[in-house]
């Protein structure tokens, strides 16, 4: 049933002023998303030169892996073309904490940090409802 929803009705705050927006569309909802999570990924990077690896790990379950988890459950069937940048955006942060080079997969340090890209976190998801 959830795979059939395309519109969600959200309240969200923009530069300070809230607005609401009924039957918003789930690409306009994932842009917003990642435009929380790209803010996060910046801030990895900027710490990665004064934290060590355990609280940067830290600050991504706190900054990145909760904005990724909230609503996942409800919106992560819809859209998926849109993931795509996601998935971009969680590999900097990965990238990020391991103190990566820009070209460097990523895909090692995930299975060594023991969590999941995208696409398996958006499949658990549906799988749970």
Same mark, same amino acid.
């Not at 059939?4 to 959200?10: E, K």
């Not at 306009?28 to 929380?36: A, D, E, G, N, T």
């Given at each position: 049933?959830?795979?059939?929803?395309?519109?969600?009705?959200? @309240?969200?705050?923009?530069?300070?002023?809230?607005s609401r927006s009924f /039957?918003?569309?789930?690409?306009?909802? %994932?842009?917003?998303?990642?435009?929380?999570?790209?803010? @996060?990924?910046?801030?990895?990077?900027?710490?990665?030169?004064?934290?060590?690896?355990?609280?940067?790990?830290?600050?991504?379950?706190? /900054?990145?892996?909760?904005?990724?988890?909230?609503?996942?459950? %409800?919106?992560?069937?819809?859209?998926?073309?849109?993931?795509? +940048?996601? +998935?971009?955006?969680?590999?900097?942060? %990965?990238r990020a904490i391991c *103190?990566?080079?820009?070209?460097?997969?990523? *895909?090692a340090f995930l299975i *060594?940090?023991?969590? /999941?890209?995208? @696409?398996?976190?958006?499949?658990?998801? %549906? @799988?749970?409802?």
């Open positions: 049933m959830l795979m059939l929803i395309r519109y969600c009705i959200v @309240a969200h705050n923009y530069y300070g002023k809230v /039957l918003v569309r789930w690409r306009l909802h %994932i842009k917003f998303l990642c435009m929380k999570l790209s803010r @996060a990924v910046g801030i990895l990077h900027r710490l990665k030169v004064i934290f060590p690896h355990k609280i940067l790990l830290i600050l991504y379950f706190s /900054l990145f892996h909760s904005y990724l988890l909230y609503g996942t459950s %409800i919106w992560a069937s819809n859209c998926k073309s849109e993931w795509k +940048q996601v +998935q971009i955006l969680q590999n900097k942060a %990965i *103190k990566l080079e820009p070209r460097q997969s990523g *895909k *060594k940090l023991k969590m /999941l890209n995208v @696409a398996r976190l958006r499949e658990k998801k %549906i @799988a749970e409802t």
